[in-house]
């Protein structure tokens, strides 16, 4: 079974890339989409959560915008969030990848944001980095609710730079030139990687 890591910056279009995915009928893990699991109500972060950032948890819910507030500039307090949230999303990915596995998937994906910035492209047999134009990405970004120029700027500090990211990738896919010739792309990579997948 191959496992492609899929990751980008905000506002490249890694969620569409990921959506591509499914359509060719890849199995993705996301793991924004298991943080929101583990931090929704009932979710198995909660607790614990709650016990670190008592003021971000009330009902049993994470109020993620006051969490965001309380980890976001504080290098300590998003390493608390972290250590409470990574464990819990690697379990899930295991979990993931055993039952593909035992499925007989050829092809898999795991769906990351900063899989370079954590390691992650260790776990992966390929990586497939989705990018666009710096002035694109800031246009994106900035049409979404509450982001300003100086939290895009916060952002990308803490994202590892893009030329940097280009270099280690496997694969580049620009969404800047537009959605058919990246899905194109996207594609004939899994083609190819589920033929590796099958060999």
């Given at each position: 079974?191959?496992?492609?890591?899929?990751t980008?910056?905000?506002?490249m279009g890694?969620?569409?890339?990921?959506?591509?995915?499914?359509?060719?009928?890849?199995?993705v893990?996301?793991?924004?989409a298991?943080?929101?699991?583990?931090?929704?109500p009932?979710?198995?972060?909660v607790?614990?959560?709650?016990?670190?950032?008592?003021?971000?948890?009330?009902?049993?819910?994470?109020?993620?915008a006051v969490?965001a507030?309380?980890?976001?500039?504080d290098?300590?307090a998003?390493?608390?969030?972290?250590?409470?949230?990574?464990?819990?999303v690697?379990?899930?990915?295991?979990?993931?990848?055993?039952?593909?596995?035992?499925a007989?998937?050829?092809?898999?994906?795991?769906?990351?944001?900063?899989?370079?910035?954590?390691?992650?492209?260790?776990?992966?047999?390929?990586?497939?980095?989705?990018?666009?134009?710096a002035?694109l990405?800031?246009?994106?970004?900035?049409?979404?609710?509450g982001?300003?120029?100086?939290?895009?700027q916060?952002?990308r500090?803490?994202q590892?730079?893009?030329?940097?990211?280009?270099?280690?990738a496997?694969?580049?896919?620009?969404?800047?030139?537009?959605?058919?010739?990246?899905?194109r792309?996207?594609?004939?990579l899994?083609?190819?990687?589920?033929?590796?997948?099958?060999?």
């Open positions: 079974m191959v496992v492609l890591g899929l980008g910056s905000i506002g890694k969620s569409t890339a990921s959506r591509m995915m499914r359509r060719l009928h890849v199995p893990h996301d793991a924004d298991t943080v929101h699991a583990l931090t929704g009932g979710g198995a972060a607790p614990a959560i709650a016990a670190a950032f008592p003021d971000a948890v009330r009902d049993g819910r994470v109020d993620r969490l507030r309380q980890v976001f500039g290098d300590a998003l390493r608390r969030l972290e250590g409470i949230l990574h464990p819990r690697r379990t899930a990915e295991h979990a993931f990848l055993r039952r593909q596995a035992l007989g998937r050829r092809l898999v994906v795991l769906d990351v944001p900063l899989l370079f910035e954590t390691g992650g492209e260790r776990r992966c047999d390929a990586v497939l980095l989705v990018t666009a134009p002035f990405q800031a246009q994106r970004v900035l049409g979404r609710p982001m300003t120029p100086e939290r895009l916060q952002v500090a803490k590892m730079a893009e030329p940097e990211k280009r270099r280690r496997d694969v580049v896919v620009n969404t800047g030139r537009g959605m058919a010739p990246a899905y792309q996207v594609r004939a899994v083609r190819r990687l589920r033929a590796e997948g099958e060999a």
